[in-house]
């Protein structure tokens, strides 16, 4: 409700209870409702009793309908009255007023008064356009004839009758009582009004228009905080450093009860008022339910402050598009895809990412137990778990350090390593597989690497491992297919044992050498008695007279270039068995790694349909595992017909089973 006239400020009568005038007027014209009270500068509306403006309404249609007008009228508070204000405004407007100390009443007019019926032929039609949308009138002096009175001193009966137009003074109260009569009940200009009637001029006037409808808003939703924000600024590193390729903040995490959404809710809009009082509402904003909002994860709230939707777990935040709802959950899900220019490289806190857009070339994902389910063409670092290629991955690096690669759709020239793990691939070319177990159906030039290894078909493959399983290999584009099997060195597996039997030979002796001289002087008289002497003073046993102490001293003297000769022999006996025990735990670690490697070794291959090149490859206990070479020396070591070692089979058609147990082998 628009701001409302004043109450009396001051004054006994303003203040007290109403008070009448002498005359009295309106109540001797017609009974005053009881909102309708007297004071001493006129007629004013008591809120509180006024229950509901339909009231006021009557009031007003009342007095204008029984030839009465408002003297002094405050035509601003009618108008507001009758169509601005409903029963609520109505009491929220008498709280405004008595927080403020001010009586809640409101002046109206001065006075109500007749409005003869020739008063009224004063004012003539008007001119409603449309449906109410405004009115003209044609506003003109207005006159009358009145009889001259006789000259002064001239009888009356010698006066001649003499008719002279005299102009009648109009007045705004009269017109707006008028216009009420013939229709017009809002939307008055009073001001223009006013003007035209007291000039001279004839003019034609739009004296009153309509209001129009003023719309109000749709409910809608508020973000609380900025948790719902990603940081898309460049990562700031530990060291100080800007890392331009990845971005602060991703991926938001919120924690159970944080507030993410608020409800804003619908603002009713204004109605407008044709000229002829009639309402016209405004259209109905819409609302919104919150509740289809809140998706896994997330639930509403509901106290004074409002309406929320609030996190209920600890996780990261989703937001689905499609339903425009949001949830948390402790799975990260992206439909947006990887790309330097929209997401930079990810590093993810998260225990499991699941990516439903393409991740494009020369980008990074690092994370854990991630799920692709578009191509991906960058490169994937996972800390543990499992990736899953739903499609396939191209020219990009996978690594997993401890767990598994699965690819169900097709891998070209990419580097997939799991070195701990297990790779699957439906079908590979151009790759390069590390695993300690692999499984392809179909291998195109590509080199391979596994402890167990089972391959339905591979062409133009360089394979390495100890445990082979192979349904068909064959050549393509001249390029054989060439397998490896690891076989350990024993002959320098000989060579380091026997050089590590001489060193603990030695340093046992040296040991047992030194062990010796320290038992000869121990077991020297003086020696002897010095260690039983201090024991005993060290435990109180006894006190020494002054003879014994001259003989503690002397022998003292004796001993203390044997003591200082001990002490050397114990620091050198201590160096001497760390020494045996290193020789010792080095002898055990090649003699495992040896075993380890000369563990079963097995290959089979069902049909060779092409060129295919089976051999030995000799390993030395002391070198780094194939599996842990880099890429293309991985590639090289495979590949290379010169690298030493037995061919087992050469030929481009038949079969192949070969197993070496026991340090034995055979085909």
């Not at 009295?24 to 017609?30: I, K, P, S, V």
Request: charged letters at 25%; proline letters at 4%.
């Amino acid at each position: 409700m628009a701001e409302l006239p004043a109450s009396p400020a001051s004054g006994a009568a303003a203040e007290g209870t109403p008070t009448a005038t002498a005359s009295n007027r309106a109540a001797d014209l017609m009974p005053l409702p009881g909102f309708i009270q007297r004071f001493a500068d006129g007629l004013y509306v008591a809120l509180p009793v006024l229950e509901t403006p339909a009231r006021f309404h009557e009031f007003i249609e009342r007095v204008f309908s029984s030839d009465l007008r408002f003297a002094g009228l405050d035509y601003t508070c009618m108008q507001r009255l009758l169509y601005d204000c409903d029963s609520e405004q109505l009491a929220r407007q008498v709280q405004n007023f008595q927080k403020a100390g001010r009586q809640p009443v409101l002046r109206l007019a001065a006075d109500i008064v007749e409005f003869p019926q020739e008063r009224q032929q004063h004012y003539h039609d008007v001119n409603v356009s449309g449906n109410g949308d405004a009115a003209e009138y044609r506003f003109e002096p207005v006159y009358v004839e009145v009889e001259t009175p006789p000259a002064e001193g001239q009888p009356v009966a010698d006066a001649q009758d003499k008719m002279v137009a005299e102009r009648v003074s109009l007045s705004l109260d009269e017109f707006i009582a008028a216009m009420w009569r013939k229709g017009v009940r809002f939307g008055i200009d009073t001001a223009a009004v006013a003007e035209a009637l007291a000039s001279s001029r004839s003019d034609t006037l739009t004296f009153a228009s309509k209001r129009e409808p003023k719309a109000g808003s749709d409910a809608s939703v508020q973000e609380v905080g900025d948790t719902l924000h990603r940081d898309n600024t460049p990562k700031l590193l530990p060291d100080g450093r800007v890392d331009l390729f990845q971005f602060q903040n991703r991926f938001p995490q919120v924690e159970k009860h944080t507030r993410l959404f608020r409800k804003i809710p619908l603002q009713l809009g204004q109605s407008g008022w044709n000229i002829r009082g009639n309402e016209m509402p405004a259209e109905l904003p819409r609302d919104l339910d919150l509740s289809k909002l809140a998706g896994i994860g997330a639930r509403i709230e509901r106290n004074a402050e409002g309406e929320f939707v609030v996190a209920d777990m600890n996780g990261f935040l989703q937001i689905d598009k499609a339903t425009q709802s949001v949830s948390i959950s402790e799975k990260i899900v992206n439909h947006d895809g990887v790309s330097l220019r929209t997401t930079g490289n990810l590093t993810l806190s998260g225990d499991e990412y699941e990516e439903h857009g393409e991740v494009e070339e020369h980008t990074q994902v690092e994370g854990k137990n991630m799920t692709f389910m578009a191509n991906v063409f960058g490169n994937i670092v996972s800390r543990g778990g499992k990736i899953l290629f739903r499609k396939k991955i191209a020219t990009g690096t996978v690594k997993n350090t401890d767990g598994a690669i699965i690819v169900e759709g097709g891998a070209s020239n990419a580097t997939l390593i799991a070195p701990d793990g297990a790779v699957t691939v439906n079908q590979a070319e151009g790759c390069l597989i590390v695993g300690k177990k692999v499984t392809i159906g179909v291998a195109i030039n590509c080199d391979i690497y596994a402890d167990d290894l089972d391959i339905e078909s591979a062409e133009a493959c360089a394979i390495g491992g100890k445990r082979l399983q192979i349904g068909s290999t064959a050549a393509r584009n001249d390029i054989e297919t060439m397998i490896s099997l690891p076989v350990p060195d024993l002959s320098e597996f000989e060579r380091q044992r026997e050089d590590y039997a001489k060193k603990l030979a030695d340093c046992e002796q040296k040991v047992q050498g030194k062990t010796d001289d320290i038992a000869a002087i121990t077991a020297q008289p003086d020696v002897k008695n010095f260690s039983m002497v201090s024991a005993k003073l060290r435990a109180g046993q006894f006190t020494m007279s002054r003879e014994q102490d001259a003989s503690w001293q002397k022998l003292q003297d004796r001993v203390a270039p044997l003591l200082r000769q001990l002490k050397t022999l114990n620091t050198e006996l201590q160096e001497a068995r760390y020494a045996l025990e290193t020789w010792k735990l080095k002898a055990e670690d090649i003699a495992r790694k040896c075993d380890s490697m000369a563990e079963e070794l097995r290959c089979t291959v069902q049909t060779v349909t092409g060129e295919t090149i089976i051999r030995s490859l000799k390993i030395r206990p002391d070198a780094p595992l194939l599996q842990t070479l880099p890429p293309r020396e991985l590639r090289t070591r495979l590949r290379d017909p010169a690298s030493d070692g037995v061919v087992l089979f050469d030929d481009g058609e038949g079969e192949f089973v070969w197993e070496m147990a026991g340090g034995k082998g055979g085909e």
